[in-house]
């Protein structure tokens, strides 16, 4: 049995105590996101890296629309790794290791033609991001490229300022009715459990997504693209950039 990293005692979701496929795959919301990062790999990427790839939702997407690619997903959680290995496991082009975004030391330089990521990058603490970024960056090729499927939200500053505050609160309550109108009782459920944690930025920490952008552009990403997908109230975004070509 792999050891796990020492990153994950920090992340809630080695212990998620919900079928997180099942749930999540009431919300077309979700879905639609998903498949909105997909659609924007190229297709001929051979080579792709899905990065908190969780049970390996984004990437069973992945795997239908490149069907020829080879794809690595890196996860700091055990359960989570387990699930995903389970579901590939008669696909010898899909593999998963325990790594968190912030290390990606696994990697050569220039490994991957793209790299794709849904609902995990929220988990850094800001100033890990810049370090992420230099990562991503890293393990491209020339011309390769990153794209984020996440939620993200309007307004960033102090965790207590009033602004920031209700921002958070405001996109919360709107994503918990979302979610209990159009997906199921126990999604709506998952988003009011994590409401602490987002308010008090314990694991949860939404940003603009022009933050993530500035990031990639200050580690060398050209490009950078922000692209909305709807509904409206869920702020949900696919931020995605290139290394540049030689
Ligand atoms: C909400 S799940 C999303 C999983 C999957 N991408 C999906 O869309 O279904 C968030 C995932 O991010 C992972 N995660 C947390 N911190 C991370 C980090 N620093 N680097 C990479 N993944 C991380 C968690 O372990 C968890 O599996």
Not at 71 to 97: L, N, Y
């Amino acid at each position: 049995m792999t050891e796990a990293p020492a990153q994950v005692a920090e992340t809630h979701w080695n212990d998620v105590g919900i079928d997180y496929d099942k749930v999540l795959n009431t919300d077309a919301s979700n879905v639609a996101l998903l498949s909105a990062a997909v659609a924007l790999l190229p297709a001929d990427v051979k080579d792709l890296l899905d990065v908190g790839s969780g049970t390996g939702r984004l990437t069973k997407l992945c795997r239908d629309a490149l069907p020829g690619a080879r794809i690595v997903g890196v996860d700091p959680a055990p359960t989570m790794v387990q699930a995903a290995r389970e579901k590939f496991a008669a696909d010898p082009d899909v593999s998963f290791a325990d790594g968190v975004v912030e290390d990606l030391s696994l990697f050569p330089d220039n490994s991957f033609d793209a790299v794709i990521s849904s609902f995990a990058l929220h988990h850094l603490e800001l100033d890990v991001y810049a370090t992420a970024a230099a990562e991503l960056f890293r393990v491209l090729r020339p011309g390769g490229r990153f794209v984020n499927a996440d939620q993200f939200c309007r307004v960033m500053g102090p965790v207590a300022s009033q602004e920031r505050a209700l921002d958070i609160l405001d996109l919360l309550t709107a994503k918990a009715r979302h979610y209990l109108e159009h997906a199921c009782f126990e999604r709506m459920l998952l988003q009011v459990d994590l409401l602490p944690r987002f308010m008090r930025e314990d694991g949860e920490i939404l940003t603009t997504p022009e933050y993530w952008g500035d990031r990639l552009t200050e580690a060398g990403f050209e490009q950078v693209t922000i692209v909305s997908t709807p509904p409206a109230e869920l702020y949900n975004r696919v931020v995605w950039a290139v290394k540049p070509a030689r």
